[in-house]
C-alpha cells in the first residue's frame, strides 16, 4: 500500500510526563530534588541550568542482541557557572548505579526526567566539575515516547531529535549547550560501530572489538549518532580532500553504490552556493528500519534503506532528500538553533537547498513548488503556528514541532527574502550566515539583523510578517498569487512523524 505522507522526525510527544527509569538512592537534603529545565518555550523541561557542558566521553558495551540493555558508562566535563549544590542531568531510560563527581561518589536521585546529583561538597561558580555515571542504555521503546535508540535489522542507531538523547545518556539535552564528543563502542566481533567524527583504530580483545570515534566540532546532543551492525563502511574523498564514510548493510552495498557515489558532487554543489563544508567527515547511514523519516545527525545522516531500493520514490526526489540532510550540516548542526523556536533556521534553509537542487539539477521547478507553498501557507499557519513561532507539542499526537510550517512555509519566507533583497544580496547573507556563526548558536532575531545588514536597509517589518503573521503577506513580484485551502499531496515527506 502506498507510503503515508510525512514531513519530519518529529516523533516528539510528551503524552504525560514519562516516569523515569533511573534508580538510585535517595538523598536527603533541605528541599526535595525537582526536575529543573531551561525554560525552552516548546520543549521547557530540556536542559539545566547552572553549567556549561564542554565534553561528553560516551561508552556502550552492546552484547550482541537489540532487545538487550547496554552497558555504558557516560563522562561529562564542564565548566559550573553559578554555584551548585546540586547537579540536574536529564536522563530518564536507564538503570543509574553510580555517580561520582571529581572522582568522589556522590548521592542520586531521579526527579521527573531528571537525573539529580548531589556531590560531597558544593560546587563553586567558575570551577570545574567532572561527572561519570555508570548506567545502562536500552534500546526498548521508552513509554509513550519516540526517539533513542532505534531497533534496525541487524543491530542499532540513534535517533535522537528534539528531546531524546536523554533516553540514551545523562546530558544537557539542549542544542544551547554544545559539545566535543568521544564515543567508544565495544561490540562481539563481526559488527561495526560508527560514530559521529573520525576513528581511532579499533582494539580486538578476545571476542570483541571497541570502536572509538572523536568529534573535531561541538555538537548538540541532538546530532548524536551511533551505528551498530553487520555494516560495511564504503570511503571515498569529497571536495578538498574531505573523508566520505558511508555505512551500509554489508549485503547491500552493490545496490546502494550508485547512490553512495553521488555524495561528492552535492557537497560541492552546496559549497558552491554557502561556503566550504563545516565539519571534518561526512557520509551517509543507510538504515535497515522503517523510521518514517531521514535525520541529519552530524557528520553521519540516517536515512531508511528504503528510500533508496523503493521504485515508488523518483530518482530526482530523492536526490533533492539527500541534499536536504546534507545541507542541515551547514544549517542546524554547524549552526545550531539557540532555542527550538529557532528551528524554521534548521528547516527552512535545508528545504530551500533541496528545493534550488531539485530545480537547477533535476527541472523540478522552485517557483512551482514556492507558489504550491504559497497555496498551503495560511493553513499551515493556522495548525502549526507561523514559521518563528511553532505551536507547542500536543500530549498525544506525534508531530512534535516538525510540520509544514517550518519546513516548506519556512522554505517561503526564504523565497519571499530572496524576492525582497534580491538573489545576489542573498546569496552574500546566506554565505555571512554560515560563516559568522560556525560551531555555535543563533537566533531568528541574530537572522533578521544579519539580513538587514546584509540588505542595507531595516527588514524588520517584513520578517514580522513572514514569521510571526497569523496570515501570509503578499509575495514580492507576485502579486497575483492567493493563499486557498490546500489540496492533499501523495508525496513522501522525509524527517517526519510517524
Same mark, same amino acid.
Given at each position: 500500500?502506498?507510503?503515508?505522507?510525512?514531513?519530519?522526525?518529529?516523533?516528539?510527544?510528551?503524552?504525560?510526563?514519562?516516569?523515569?527509569?533511573?534508580?538510585?538512592?535517595?538523598?536527603?537534603?533541605?528541599?526535595?530534588?525537582?526536575?529543573?529545565? /531551561?525554560? %525552552?518555550?516548546?520543549?521547557?523541561?530540556?536542559?539545566?541550568?547552572?553549567? %556549561?557542558?564542554?565534553?561528553?566521553? /560516551?561508552?556502550?558495551? =552492546?552484547?550482541?542482541?537489540?532487545?538487550?540493555? +547496554?552497558?555504558?558508562?557516560?563522562?561529562?566535563?564542564?565548566?559550573?557557572?553559578?554555584? +551548585?549544590?546540586?547537579?540536574?542531568?536529564?536522563?530518564?531510560?536507564?538503570?543509574?548505579?553510580?555517580?561520582?563527581?571529581?572522582?568522589?561518589?556522590?548521592?542520586?536521585?531521579?526527579?521527573?526526567?531528571?537525573? &539529580?546529583?548531589?556531590?560531597?561538597?558544593?560546587?563553586?561558580?567558575?570551577?570545574?566539575?567532572?561527572?561519570?555515571?555508570?548506567?545502562?542504555?536500552?534500546?526498548?521503546?521508552?513509554?509513550?515516547?519516540?526517539?533513542?535508540?532505534?531497533?534496525?535489522?541487524?543491530?542499532?542507531?540513534?535517533?535522537?531529535?528534539?528531546? $531524546? $538523547?536523554?533516553?540514551?545518556?545523562?546530558?544537557?539535552?539542549?542544542?544551547?549547550?554544545?559539545?566535543?564528543?568521544?564515543?567508544?563502542?565495544?561490540?562481539?566481533?563481526?559488527?561495526?560501530?560508527?560514530?559521529?567524527?573520525?576513528?581511532?583504530?579499533?582494539?580486538?580483545?578476545?571476542?570483541?572489538?571497541?570502536?572509538?570515534?572523536?568529534?573535531?566540532?561541538?555538537?548538540?546532543?541532538?546530532?548524536?549518532?551511533?551505528?551498530?551492525?553487520?555494516? $560495511?563502511?564504503?570511503?571515498?574523498?569529497?571536495?578538498?580532500?574531505?573523508? &566520505?564514510?558511508?555505512?551500509?548493510?554489508?549485503?547491500?552495498?552493490?545496490? +546502494?553504490?550508485?547512490?553512495?557515489?553521488?555524495?561528492?558532487?552535492?557537497?560541492?554543489?552546496?559549497?558552491?552556493?554557502?561556503?566550504? =563544508?563545516?565539519? *571534518?567527515?561526512?557520509?551517509?547511514?543507510?538504515?535497515?528500519?522503517?523510521?518514517?523519516? *531521514?535525520?541529519?545527525?552530524?557528520?553521519?545522516?540516517?536515512?531508511? !534503506?528504503?528510500?533508496?531500493?523503493?521504485?515508488?520514490?523518483?530518482?530526482?526526489?530523492?536526490?533533492? &532528500?539527500?541534499?536536504? *540532510?546534507?545541507?542541515?550540516?551547514?544549517?542546524?548542526?554547524?549552526?545550531?538553533?539557540?532555542?527550538? @523556536?529557532?528551528?524554521? /533556521?534548521?528547516?527552512?534553509?535545508?528545504?530551500? =537547498?533541496?528545493? +534550488? =537542487?531539485?530545480?537547477?539539477?533535476?527541472?523540478?521547478?522552485?517557483?512551482?513548488?514556492?507558489? $504550491?507553498?504559497?497555496? %498551503?501557507?495560511?493553513?499551515?499557519?493556522?495548525?502549526?503556528?507561523?514559521?518563528?513561532?511553532? !505551536?507547542?507539542?500536543?500530549?498525544?499526537?506525534?508531530?512534535?514541532?516538525?510540520?509544514?510550517?517550518?519546513?516548506?512555509?519556512?522554505?517561503?519566507?526564504?523565497?519571499?527574502?530572496?524576492?525582497?533583497?534580491?538573489?545576489?544580496?542573498?546569496?552574500?547573507?546566506?554565505?555571512?550566515?554560515?560563516?559568522?556563526?560556525?560551531?555555535?548558536?543563533?537566533?531568528?532575531?541574530?537572522?533578521?539583523?544579519?539580513?538587514?545588514?546584509?540588505?542595507?536597509?531595516?527588514?524588520?517589518?517584513?520578517?514580522?510578517?513572514?514569521?510571526?503573521?497569523?496570515?501570509?503577506?503578499?509575495?514580492?513580484?507576485?502579486?497575483?498569487?492567493?493563499?486557498?485551502?490546500?489540496?492533499?499531496?501523495?508525496?513522501? @515527506?522525509?524527517?517526519?512523524?510517524?
Amino acid at each position: 500500500m502506498p507510503r503515508t505522507p510525512r514531513h519530519r522526525l518529529a516523533r516528539r510527544l510528551r503524552a504525560t510526563a514519562v516516569a523515569s527509569a533511573v534508580t538510585g538512592c535517595l538523598i536527603a537534603a533541605s528541599a526535595p530534588p525537582a526536575p529543573l529545565g /531551561l525554560g %525552552d518555550r516548546l520543549y521547557p523541561y530540556l536542559g539545566n541550568p547552572g553549567y %556549561d557542558v564542554s565534553s561528553y566521553d /560516551l561508552s556502550f558495551a =552492546y552484547p550482541g542482541d537489540n532487545s538487550k540493555p +547496554l552497558q555504558a558508562v557516560t563522562v561529562i566535563d564542564a565548566r559550573v557557572t553559578k554555584t +551548585l549544590d546540586r547537579v540536574n542531568l536529564d536522563f530518564a531510560h536507564g538503570t543509574v548505579g553510580s555517580v561520582q563527581v571529581d572522582g568522589l561518589p556522590a548521592a542520586f536521585t531521579a526527579a521527573g526526567e531528571d537525573l &539529580v546529583v548531589t556531590p560531597s561538597v558544593p560546587l563553586p561558580a567558575g570551577s570545574r566539575m567532572r561527572i561519570t555515571v555508570r548506567h545502562t542504555s536500552d534500546p526498548a521503546p521508552a513509554p509513550g515516547r519516540d526517539g533513542g535508540w532505534v531497533r534496525t535489522a541487524d543491530g542499532l542507531a540513534l535517533a535522537n531529535q528534539a528531546d $531524546a $538523547a536523554h533516553l540514551v545518556f545523562p546530558c544537557n539535552d539542549h542544542p544551547s549547550d554544545k559539545a566535543m564528543f568521544t564515543f567508544r563502542i565495544n561490540a562481539p566481533k563481526g559488527y561495526t560501530a560508527v560514530a559521529n567524527g573520525l576513528p581511532a583504530a579499533p582494539v580486538r580483545s578476545g571476542g570483541s572489538v571497541t570502536w572509538t570515534y572523536r568529534t573535531r566540532h561541538p555538537m548538540a546532543t541532538e546530532l548524536a549518532q551511533v551505528s551498530i551492525g553487520r555494516s $560495511a563502511v564504503l570511503h571515498r574523498t569529497g571536495p578538498h580532500g574531505l573523508p &566520505v564514510r558511508d555505512v551500509v548493510p554489508a549485503g547491500d552495498r552493490a545496490a +546502494l553504490a550508485p547512490w553512495l557515489a553521488k555524495t561528492p558532487g552535492q557537497i560541492a554543489w552546496m559549497e558552491s552556493k554557502v561556503g566550504p =563544508y563545516p565539519f *571534518e567527515t561526512y557520509g551517509v547511514l543507510m538504515a535497515s528500519a522503517a523510521t518514517g523519516f *531521514e535525520l541529519e545527525t552530524q557528520t553521519l545522516s540516517l536515512f531508511e !534503506k528504503d528510500l533508496f531500493t523503493d521504485p515508488e520514490w523518483p530518482r530526482w526526489y530523492v536526490e533533492s &532528500v539527500m541534499v536536504h *540532510e546534507l545541507s542541515h550540516q551547514w544549517f542546524g548542526d554547524s549552526v545550531s538553533p539557540r532555542t527550538w @523556536s529557532d528551528v524554521w /533556521l534548521n528547516e527552512g534553509h535545508a528545504t530551500w =537547498y533541496e528545493a +534550488l =537542487y531539485a530545480d537547477e539539477k533535476e527541472h523540478q521547478p522552485l517557483e512551482t513548488r514556492m507558489r $504550491a507553498a504559497y497555496v %498551503d501557507s495560511d493553513r499551515w499557519r493556522a495548525v502549526g503556528g507561523p514559521p518563528a513561532l511553532p !505551536k507547542p507539542p500536543v500530549a498525544g499526537q506525534k508531530i512534535g514541532i516538525f510540520r509544514p510550517n517550518v519546513y516548506d512555509g519556512a522554505a517561503l519566507v526564504l523565497y519571499a527574502l530572496r524576492q525582497k533583497i534580491g538573489k545576489a544580496a542573498f546569496e552574500r547573507l546566506e554565505r555571512a550566515w554560515v560563516r559568522d556563526h560556525r560551531d555555535s548558536t543563533a537566533t531568528t532575531a541574530d537572522f533578521e539583523t544579519l539580513a538587514s545588514t546584509v540588505a542595507g536597509r531595516d527588514l524588520g517589518g517584513f520578517f514580522k510578517g513572514w514569521l510571526y503573521g497569523a496570515k501570509t503577506p503578499p509575495m514580492p513580484g507576485h502579486p497575483d498569487w492567493k493563499s486557498v485551502p490546500p489540496k492533499k499531496t501523495a508525496q513522501r @515527506s522525509h524527517e517526519t512523524p510517524m
